[in-house]
């Protein structure tokens, strides 16, 4: 039997394991992998995007988020001046990209920095207090529970023989 390496659908993905969902993301096939980019997971509740977006600066790149969809686009600003270097090789590309990534509804963006070539977007998962656990008493007064029975008349207790 084959192992299924999972890692290109948890890609673009934060903050929700629904596999449907994880299909339908990887289906849209990114074969671009430009910019790279890491999410790191920071505490059961926080997460990270870091973006290498080396040659870029704060001006040209744009952080949006609308409809549980993160899209950091960079436009590369145009040079009026013609460039006189000559490159014997260009590893840097400084091309203009967009980048999305789905995420869950509890996610919120917390904020955006940029430092030594580097975008770090922090974001937050905020579980609502009607999705955390909550504990149930077990009570021992089984007349509570009677009471709360409907006042139909063929609807009565059992009673032990």
């Known amino acids: 039997m ?16 629904n596999i449907n969902r994880l299909v339908d993301i990887a289906s849209r096939g990114e074969s671009e992998a430009f910019p790279p980019y890491n999410i790191e997971k920071l505490s059961e509740n926080r997460y990270c995007i870091s973006m290498a977006v080396a040659g870029f600066s704060k001006d040209e790149l744009d952080v949006t988020v609308q409809d549980n969809v993160l899209t950091i ?16 090789h260009r590893g840097i ?6 980048r999305r990534f789905q995420l ?3 996610i919120k963006i917390v904020g955006a920095d940029y430092e030594n070539g580097l975008l770090n977007i922090e ?8 999705k955390k656990p909550r504990k149930i008493e077990i009570g021992g007064d089984s007349s ?14 059992v009673k032990a023989a």
């Open 2 to 17: 084959r192992a299924f390496d999972l890692t290109p659908f948890l890609r673009s993905s934060v903050g929700f394991e």
């Open 73 to 88: 686009t960079g436009q590369a600003a145009e040079n009026t001046v013609k460039e006189t270097r000559e490159y014997l």
């Open 93 to 98: 590309a400084k091309r203009s990209f967009e």
């Open 104 to 106: 869950a509804d509890t």
């Open 123 to 130: 974001l937050d998962r905020i579980v609502p207090d009607q």
């Open 144 to 157: 509570k529970i009677e009471k709360n029975l409907p006042d139909d008349s063929t609807v009565s207790p």
